[in-house]
């Protein structure tokens, strides 16, 4: 895939929480089963939280939700309850971009891995998930 970084702009449905996120014009996402992403339908790829900037007075519109480990922040917005990004339990030093949230026009592709959050451990070995949070990974890019 081609790794040339982009700037990405995005944010919730009703455009209260705003961001921006350098990446590929090309990305790999993660479609998580696990009880919260599945329920969400959440698919996202992950960037180091370097790349990642709120906009604006996003801030305050966002509010978090943890559970079991509470390693995973899932940040939504209060006002219309879009998770656009969140912090994962596999990468803490890492965003999770929401890639249906991504302004349209500058994602040339996106190829979907399965990260099976059911058995999240097993998983987490097995992927490789860990290092997209990493500056200059190609797998994950």
């Known amino acids: 895939m081609d790794s040339e970084m982009v700037v990405h702009n995005g944010g919730c449905h009703c455009k209260n929480v705003r961001w921006r996120v ?51 922040k899932h940040t939504f917005c209060k006002i219309c309850g879009i998770t656009s990004f969140y912090v994962p339990r596999s990468n803490p030093d890492g965003i999770a971009v929401t890639f249906r949230c991504v302004d349209p026009g500058t994602l040339a592709h996106v190829e979907v891995k399965h990260f ?26």
């Open 22 to 72: 350098l990446a590929p014009a090309s990305v790999v996402a993660w479609k998580c089963n696990c009880s919260d992403c599945s329920m969400r339908g959440n698919t996202h790829f992950i960037v180091p939280s370097e790349r990642f900037e709120l906009l604006g007075d996003s801030q305050d519109f966002l509010t978090t939700y943890t559970f079991g480990t509470h390693k995973a």
């Open 116 to 141: 099976d959050g059911g058995n999240w451990e097993e998983s987490y070995a097995q992927t490789g998930i860990a290092s997209c949070s990493k500056a200059l990974n190609q797998e994950c890019e």
